[in-house]
């Protein structure tokens, strides 16, 4: 220690200012290097010659410096235990990150099909052999082989967008969008969308059904809802491994991928939340931990309020391999714990039966005024610790001792000592909510529980009300209306009721068959609130499924419904278009480029393998036509907001305008 001192820099008085040592170091300082070579014992220890040159075990250095250890007896584990990383502990810092491959990417996560599959084309050649008769040696018939090509389908191969290499690319891709075929849903049926209206702060109060791919839409709403958004729920597909995975791309990273996928969308999440907001996600046990260490990565450990078990198949899985799984969790975060508050939950038959007593204030029922638990002891909690004094007919009750009384201190069951709930002064000014009662040969006292309008949400919800089965794919069915794994609908109701006030704007960005979007109606229905629902669904369910259901709840509310404009539109005319296969093939070339065709893996093939296939080229060119449509149904691109008035989309002048309309 004592060759830095000759370093005038690092020394504060007689403090070492260890943080410039390190920076020092770490920026190859030659002054800092030169002196601590002139030093015979650290240049051993710290130092490896290579030729004439000295490599610096800066780990090393660092850590003996931490440990203020310079001496002849240094050991990097002479007095601490705990998790290393060549030779620095972590509890040396406060920045633990959870790493996976593809980490630093944008994964568009786009979905045409529920299966999440490419289309691409398949060549199969069938050869019938020829046939002679072995009698005469006549010739039956000849060899022939016939070519078909055919569409297949497989698991989709994701792409994954590098925040460096493909900066041009992500910034097109998560530009805010141009919006189409504008629609409004109201108790009498649907019609034209003629304005879209907004609160005198100018945010837009309606609700919202898009369609088009979750990650694009979230950032086409930042301009509009930054800030301003009370809840964001989101439900990603599951990723178990067996048949009950819903997220199954093709590829080798499936978890790495899996967390990309949250990673991207929590962070846009993050961005639409209002200061006072919440971010919710339904997760089963597969993901869980992982999740929650990346979740609380983007939105900090602290703000991670509760993590909830909510029993949705009481019965249990019967293919589960080991235990029946029961329930799904739910995590959630707040934007800031320290702004956040959270609603109680109404009180049920059940609850109310509870509170049987009566006086002149309300009814209620008794509670144990000894404190049970941690944090219950006198050693603990001294100031909660004394004597309560009692008249022998138990009508008074005082912290000062008066004739004739009984002395009580706080004991549990077993006769430990425990605490009282109370301090004295809150005692004395509360007298008339406390009751005393023998019980044996003891005396025990009691508060009076007052019956609220609501009580606190437990972290375990096992109601039969959040059956998913029950509530949620029943529900649905009684309306016509078949959809795989629904919520229920008490789940979302009650989440909404918890998290979010009358005004809030509540955002679901996998809608699926519009669970939240109806608990939203069903409680401003049933209270007369005024919240609003943002939903995003790429799937083409959300014709048949997402809008009926929404339809089943709409009173007094209507909704919008609007979809992320595509370029497929256009090329599928483009294609009608062509007259020969030449036509096609100098299509095809255009379209490559003008529509990013070359991201899809299925079009490259198409493009390497078949397009110059001479049996391709002998297919009929409506046989040709369909297989190029058939590519292009995959694609997920969309029209950028920048680019709507360009006439090779042909958006329709109510479109653009309404979606000037919308983005203010």
């Not at 419904?561 to 595509?566: G, K, P, Q, R, T």
């Amino acid at each position: 220690m004592n060759i830095l001192k000759k370093d005038k820099r690092l020394w504060d008085e007689n403090n070492l200012n260890k943080s410039l040592l390190f920076e020092l170091l770490e920026n190859y300082d030659k002054e800092i290097f030169e002196l601590l070579l002139t030093d015979k014992d650290i240049k051993a220890k710290f130092f490896v010659q290579a030729g004439e040159s000295y490599v610096f075990k800066y780990e090393d250095f660092r850590f003996a410096i931490e440990q203020n250890n310079l001496d002849g007896s240094y050991t990097k584990y002479a007095n601490t235990v705990g998790l290393s990383n060549k030779g620095k502990f972590l509890t040396e810092s406060t920045d633990y990150v959870l790493d996976w491959p593809y980490k630093d990417t944008i994964l568009e996560g786009g979905m045409s099909s529920e299966e999440d599959t490419d289309t691409f084309i398949e060549k199969t050649e069938e050869t019938t052999p020829g046939k002679i008769d072995k009698k005469t040696g006549t010739v039956i018939s000849v060899e022939k082989t016939e070519v078909s090509f055919s569409q297949a389908k497989r698991k989709r191969e994701e792409i994954f967008y590098n925040n460096i290499i493909a900066k041009d690319e992500i910034d097109r891709l998560l530009d805010k969008k141009a919006l189409k075929n504008f629609t409004r849903y109201t108790a009498e049926g649907e019609g034209k969308v003629k304005e879209i209206k907004r609160d005198e702060d100018g945010t837009i109060k309606e609700n919202l059904l898009i369609k088009g791919n979750n990650l694009l839409a979230l950032h086409s709403l930042k301009e509009q809802f930054a800030g301003k958004i009370d809840l964001v729920y989101f439900d990603p597909p599951y990723n178990p491994d067996s048949a009950a995975n819903t997220f199954s791309y093709n590829n080798r990273f499936n978890h790495s991928t899996f967390y990309t996928f949250v990673s991207n969308r929590t962070k846009a999440a993050k961005e639409l939340l209002s200061d006072k907001g919440f971010y919710a996600v339904s997760i089963d046990h597969n993901e869980l931990g992982y999740c929650i260490a990346l979740i609380d990565e983007i939105f900090g450990r602290e703000n991670r309020i509760a993590v909830l078990a909510v029993e949705s198949n009481p019965g249990g899985r019967s293919d589960s391999k080991f235990f029946a799984t029961s329930h799904e969790n739910m995590i959630i975060y707040a934007k800031d714990s320290t702004q956040a508050e959270i609603n109680g939950l109404p009180l049920s038959e059940e609850d109310l039966k509870k509170y049987s007593l009566k006086d002149e204030v309300s009814p209620y029922k008794l509670m144990s005024f000894v404190r049970g638990g941690s944090n219950s002891t006198p050693n603990e909690r001294p100031n909660l610790y004394y004597p309560i004094y009692v008249s022998h007919d138990f009508n008074k009750i005082s912290i000062e001792k008066f004739d004739k009384s009984f002395e009580v201190f706080p004991l549990d069951s077993q006769l430990k000592k425990r605490v009282w709930r109370w301090g004295k002064e809150t005692v004395e000014n509360n007298k008339k909510d406390l009751i005393a009662k023998k019980s044996g040969d003891k005396i025990k006292i009691y508060t009076k529980d007052r019956l609220k309008n609501e009580k606190k949400p437990k972290t375990l919800w096992d109601d039969s009300k959040y059956s998913a089965v029950s509530h949620g794919s029943m529900r649905l069915k009684k309306n016509d209306i078949d959809f795989s794994f629904p919520k229920s609908i008490y789940l979302m109701k009650d989440i909404i009721h918890i998290l979010t006030n009358d005004n809030s704007i509540i955002l679901d960005m996998t809608a699926g068959s519009g669970t939240t979007g109806c608990a939203v109606q069903i409680i401003n229905n049933e209270e007369s609130k005024n919240r609003n629902f943002i939903l995003i669904e790429q799937m083409n369910y959300i014709n048949t499924s997402t809008i009926k259901a929404l339809k089943l709840e709409v009173e007094k509310d209507s909704f919008i419904y609007f979809e992320l404009a595509e370029y497929n539109e256009e090329a599928k005319t483009k294609i009608d278009k062509c007259k020969t296969y030449k036509e096609l093939k100098k299509l095809f070339t255009e379209l490559t480029d003008y529509y990013f065709l070359n991201y899809n893996v299925s079009v490259k093939e198409f493009n390497d393998k078949v397009l110059d296939d001479k049996d391709f080229q002998e297919l009929k060119l409506e046989e040709q036509k369909s297989i190029f449509k058939a590519l292009l149904d995959n694609n997920q691109l969309y029209i950028s907001y920048d680019e709507q008035d360009d006439t090779r989309f042909k958006l329709s002048e109510e479109d653009r305008k309404l979606t000037e309309m919308f983005y203010g």
